[in-house]
């Protein structure tokens, strides 16, 4: 009974508290409506819209492409003369001229036919080209006048009509991976003494590697006067001792030999088989192949 009375009382205080009656309506599901929110977003997004049109004054308007068109930025990268990213820098600069006349357009789309003068000089665009080749041996990568050795490019003429170059050097009894293209960026990138990517190389030694010695060139060699990193080096598996497996970042063979002629070892035989993240497999001796998309991508990023 008291628990019942204790109930009626709490319900009972409600008709005088300074609250409306339920039976009146409560204002709280009067400010509930959706119809006024529901036109903020759109007016909103219409504001987002009106900003980013307005941060693109140079936006070119949207057509449809055809098939022999060519973007801007892009016609001067395939030039050679330098990136679509620093290509847009120039465009916005004023510096690009099409059929004589300043474009500051970004996404400018360029027809056949029309000239594209860039900081003064006609471009005259190529496609990049990037072909990998297993080296056999007995080419050379030499292009000196009067020398006995075949070279390299014989093996690729047929590839492309582009004038490509090998990236990197190598003699006739070097075999393995050689990359050709016409990206001149990439050439010397790949030319740098300081460049990240590794290259694997198989070595025919013409006797045992000591251990002692291969724990030596693992620390590091010293050729004249400069430090060499040695990513890697072991015996390989099911081998011979003077069969070794050689990690480091140098695309240039002649440092390959000398490490080991430092230690008193003659080489017989240099076989690169990993070329930054390239590798030979079903690529048969002789034989080459042009990279896929993701590769060159890959290549770019190192």
């Known amino acids: 009974m008291n628990n019942k009375e204790g109930n009626n009382k709490r319900g009972g205080s409600r008709p005088n508290s300074s609250r409306p009656s339920s039976n009146k309506p409560k204002p709280p599901m009067a400010k509930r409506a959706q119809g006024p929110k529901k036109a903020k977003p759109a007016a909103k997004a219409a504001e987002i819209d009106e ?21 801007l930025n892009k016609y001067i990268s395939n030039s050679g003369v330098c990136s679509r990213r620093d290509a847009d820098i120039y465009i916005q600069s004023g510096n690009v001229k099409v059929n004589g006349i300043p474009v500051v357009e970004m996404g400018y789309m360029v027809k056949p036919g029309d000239v594209v003068n860039f900081d003064g000089a006609t471009l005259t665009p190529e496609k990049k080209e990037y072909i990998l080749l297993n080296k056999p041996k007995n080419f050379t990568t030499a292009l000196d006048e009067g020398q006995e050795d075949r070279n390299v490019l014989e093996l690729v003429r047929g590839a492309t009509n582009s004038k490509i ?8 009894n070097t075999t393995g991976l050689l990359l050709f293209t016409n990206d001149t960026d990439m050439i010397r990138k790949f030319s740098l003494p300081n460049q990240k990517s590794s290259k694997i190389y198989q070595v025919s030694l013409d006797k045992n590697l000591k251990y002692e010695d291969l724990e030596k060139i693992a620390k590091g060699v010293t050729l004249d006067g400069h430090r060499l990193f040695v990513e890697e080096i072991s015996y390989i598996e099911n081998e ?26 003659d080489v017989l035989r240099i076989d ?23 590769e060159i991508i890959n290549l770019k990023n190192v």
Request: no cysteine.
């Open 51 to 71: 900003t980013k049109v307005a941060k693109k004054p140079n936006q070119a308007p949207k057509r449809p492409k055809n098939a022999d068109e060519i973007r």
């Open 165 to 172: 170059a090998a990236v990197g050097r190598m003699d006739k």
């Open 240 to 265: 011979p001792k003077t069969e070794i497996g050689l990690k480091l970042r140098t695309s240039n063979v002649k440092v390959v030999r000398a490490i080991f002629e430092n230690f008193k070892y």
């Open 272 to 294: 690169r088989v990993a070329f930054a993240g390239l590798t030979k497999k079903n690529l048969p001796r002789g034989n080459w192949r042009f990279l896929t998309d993701q």
